[in-house]
């Protein structure tokens, strides 16, 4: 579906709830590529676009309604660290929507009928430092530093023309504030996602506070959480629904836990398809996954909102 095409991501939101995909990286390691590199899946967008496509048409196929582009970790800073210039890098930006339109493309014409989204991601200014501190926020930048950081590749993001932008795994209030900021005059929506641990977010401030900064941001469609475990869910939601008034977003990780010295996942999953309905009645409305769940999980997630 074409960002020109009715219903937009906001109508379908305050009408009924919507499947996000799952988890990039692991859909696209399942497909035996590595990417222990700094850029993550994001290098895939210069050497193995098709491949990009594939995941993200694997999503679809599942039963996922929006997929998120693979510019999570995608910055003109990251790039230059490769030696790509800015303008290559603003064509591959670009390209992450493209490549997601391009799976949709393939979806409907593989059958699916329902209306598919692209969301471009944008991740927080610690992917870019790929050193795990989007986990832990506080960079010991200003607002107006994080603004200046997140708004180019946004400008270049908007003017892809995808349905919506994905500001997420924001890890503190500072950063959103940024965020908010950079998104205004884009001409873009954008749902808001902190990585949030209990009732606070990863830098410890209360949720409370945290999605207070979106509840009167016009350009902001859904709020919530992403990057999290499963447990830390329901709590959230609610806060979300109760401070902004919006429609929820969620999309946790599986439950594993990262083994940073291993480079592994250690332990069981604890998320699982039964849970969903429980966040909708909370108030989530645009549901998935992200780190470890994969197409399967995406596909039983859509079946348990159809049926329920």
Not at 8 to 33: C, F, I
Not at 81 to 110: C, F, N, P, T, Y
Request: hydrophobic share 45%; net charge negative; charged share 20%.
């Amino acid at each position: 579906m074409t960002s020109d095409i009715s219903p937009t991501l906001a109508d379908a939101l305050a009408t009924g709830t919507v499947v996000l995909d799952g988890g990039m990286s692991n859909q696209l390691e399942s497909a035996g590529h590595d990417l222990s590199d700094e850029l993550w899946s994001a290098r895939l967008l210069a050497e193995r676009p098709e491949a990009v496509t594939e995941a993200h048409l694997a999503y679809y196929l599942a039963g996922a309604g929006v997929a998120i582009t693979s510019s999570y970790q995608a910055t003109f800073e990251g790039f230059g660290k490769r030696g790509i210039g800015r303008d290559e890098a603003a064509r591959l930006l670009g390209l992450s929507v493209d490549l997601a339109r391009d799976a949709a493309r393939q979806a409907h014409a593989a059958g699916v009928s329902r209306p598919l989204w692209v969301a471009a991601s944008v991740g927080p200014y610690g992917a870019m430092l790929a050193d795990g501190s989007e986990y832990r926020g506080r960079y010991g930048l200003s607002v107006a530093e994080l603004e200046r950081f997140h708004r180019p590749r946004m400008e270049v993001l908007a003017a892809a023309a995808p349905d919506v932008l994905a500001l997420e795994t924001v890890p503190d209030t500072d950063e959103a504030a940024a965020l908010l900021r950079a998104v205004r005059g884009l001409g873009v929506p954008a749902w808001l996602s902190y990585t949030v641990e209990g009732l606070r977010t990863k830098a410890g401030q209360p949720l409370e506070e945290a999605f207070g900064l979106a509840a009167d941001a016009d350009e902001v469609v859904a709020v919530g959480v992403n990057c999290c475990a499963p447990e830390d869910v329901p709590g959230a939601v609610e806060i979300a629904a109760r401070v902004t008034g919006k429609p929820v977003v969620v999309y946790p990780n599986s439950g594993e836990a990262w083994d940073a010295g291993a480079r592994a996942w250690r332990g069981r999953g604890t998320f699982g398809a039964e849970q969903v309905e429980a966040w909708r009645t909370a108030g989530a409305r645009l549901i998935g996954g992200c780190c470890r769940v994969g197409p399967e999980a995406i596909g039983a997630i859509a079946g348990s909102l159809a049926t329920a």
